[in-house]
């Protein structure tokens, strides 16, 4: 369940994603990242993982004086993931930086993928190297909704920019008013070569612009399993940082997408501190 909506207006304070915006998610206890655009006066955009694993479920978000971040949080009368009947969370950047998709923009035929750092262009021209999937939910009264038009996209291949910072694909029969999966599943960091600290973006294809394409061959697009993406309700979030908590309790760390999957992960870490005690 969605909750507070902000603009990270830190100017670089909290990471390198100034602009963008953070929601809040009461039931999963985390925060979400989303770049948006405007493409024919409508706006639409990309969503990412970004901070998970918060004590409670996440409900009110404010920004300090230095840029961190302050998190209210309660699981009162709903649920969460994060067990805790309530909770607030200070969430601070250290300064590093992940390797993440930064943003996703929408193309004539396909997506460019910013990153938060250079890639290893080994391989990251093959269409291979990206999944993308199309989907949708029912629109209706009833509560929740299955994935329906579920379909697999063959990416025809990418190119890559100088610097390394984006990568444009080219993927076959975009569907307009459908949310778009995009995993770079073989990108690595040209440093290090770390995979990408969280391995999909979820982009709202409300229009597709107008424009050049790079020209390559068209392949026809499949159907999906049903099965093989049952994990999208509620899963079209975003990008992230690592928390270290200071807690008295020298608590575990609090890790942006999942805390046991990106545990070992390598990425910019932040400070969370919990204080507790009775609601007013």
């Given amino acids: 369940s969605t909750s507070e909506i902000i603009i990270d207006e830190t100017e670089g304070a909290f990471g390198p994603f100034a602009g963008q915006i953070l929601i809040g998610d009461q039931g999963q206890s985390k925060i979400m990242r989303v770049n948006l655009e405007q493409v024919d006066g409508v706006y639409q955009g990309c969503a990412f993982n970004f901070i998970s694993g918060f004590k409670s479920g996440v409900l009110r978000m404010s920004w300090g004086q230095n840029g961190s971040l302050f998190v209210g949080q309660t699981n009162r009368g709903w649920g969460s993931t994060g067990s805790d009947p309530y909770g607030l969370e200070r969430v601070s950047w250290t300064g590093a930086t992940p390797f993440d998709m930064h943003s996703v923009t929408a193309e ?28 949708s939910y029912k629109y209706h009264p009833a509560y929740g909704s299955p994935i329906v038009d579920l379909k697999k ?128």
């Fill in 108 to 135: 004539a035929d396909g997506f460019t993928i910013n990153f938060t750092q250079p890639i290893d262009k080994t391989d990251a021209q093959l269409g291979s190297t990206y999944e993308v999937t199309s989907f």
């Fill in 153 to 280: 996209h063959q990416v025809r291949g990418a190119e890559i920019a100088d610097d390394g910072m984006s990568v444009r694909i080219a993927v076959d029969s975009l569907v307009p008013h459908h949310i778009h999966e995009i995993k770079p599943v073989g990108i690595r960091a040209y440093k290090g070569g770390a995979p990408l600290l969280h391995e999909a973006g979820y982009y709202t294809l409300n229009r597709i612009p107008a424009g050049d394409s790079l020209g390559l061959p068209p392949v026809v697009s499949t159907p999906a399993a049903e099965s093989d993406h049952s994990h999208h309700h509620g899963e079209m979030n975003m990008a992230s940082t690592e928390m270290e908590s200071d807690t008295e309790e020298a608590e575990p760390t609090v890790a942006a997408s999942s805390t046991t999957a990106n545990a070992a992960a390598p990425r910019a870490a932040t400070t969370s501190r919990s204080r507790r005690g009775s609601p007013r």
